[in-house]
């Protein structure tokens, strides 16, 4: 009897264990089908104009993407599209609106169209080096540019660079305003470079970027301006001979995000982004320094470059100073005065 009594107990036991895992699994698979457990995947596709080569595809490629994929263990995954494959930059930043892809990077020059806020970034001979121009950047003065761009559902994550501007021409070395006389250059849609330009006395050509080789090659233009790591992977100097670190604009990127997107994105991952976006930034910078120096070095065999002296480049200064005027008319004296005081001027 008590062998059959100890059996029963047994099997009673080993019954309770099982309705115990059962309701373990049960009480497992109600949080999975939890409304506010997230498991879904994200996608970001991130588009930018340049080459694979360059440090700005280099921060998303080996910074943003790594990182954010394994913060977020897999619930975000990112595809970078290089050569302006996706279109130019302003194709790009209208898609972020549209939600076509959902991040990009490019110049605040060209995002100035959706923002003219950000044409106080393209002030002439603003900065005097990258260090000043940076910690404005990343301080008041970029907070207070970026604020109402989500107006128009785009949203800035991070500013990383593409360095002081340089122009190239077929014509002569430059040294001061009147070399640049009736000089057809190419620049960006942007007015203020364009306006620059036309007080130095070039003439001042849009044209997107994708275009710029072949119509330098065929003479369309005899000049351009870009970033050194930027003339030298796009291979300018296979069409240019003259070489003028002017330094004119201090470019610097703007690594974007639809508003729409961004709000899609619960805020854990909100947080992840952010993080990456700022990594690339820095991981772009450092990257950037050490290429401009080595591509300077590969122009100087096949370009004849000449630098500008502090008294040349002050000429330049002055005949250009009509955009600060013109300037603090359209987005008001504060910002503008911002711009100076955040450059120690």
Known sequence: MKKII?????LLLMTNMVACSSNSSSSSNANNTNPNFDDKVYK?????VLQESTPSHIMFIEGFKPYVEEQSNGR???EVYANSSLGGERQTYEACQLGTIEMAYGTTAVLANFDPKFKVFDLPFLYDDVETARKALDGELGDAVKSDLEKVKLKVLSYPENGYRMVSNNRGPIYKPSDMKGLKIRTMENPIHMRAFE???ASPTPMAFSELYTALQQGTVDAQENPIFL???SKFQE???YLTLTGHFYAP???????DYWNTLPEDLQVIVQEGANIARDMQRELLDEQNIKDLEELKKEMEVNDLTAEEKAEFARVTQPVYDELAKELGKELVDLAKKSAGK
């Open 6 to 10: 100890s059996v029963l107990l047994i």
């Open 231 to 233: 003339t030298y992977s």
């Open 44 to 48: 970001i596709r991130i588009a930018h």
């Open 239 to 241: 069409v240019q001979d």
């Open 199 to 201: 007080l130095m006395g």
């Open 76 to 78: 975000i995954k990112v």
């Open 253 to 259: 990127g703007a690594i974007i995000i639809g508003l």
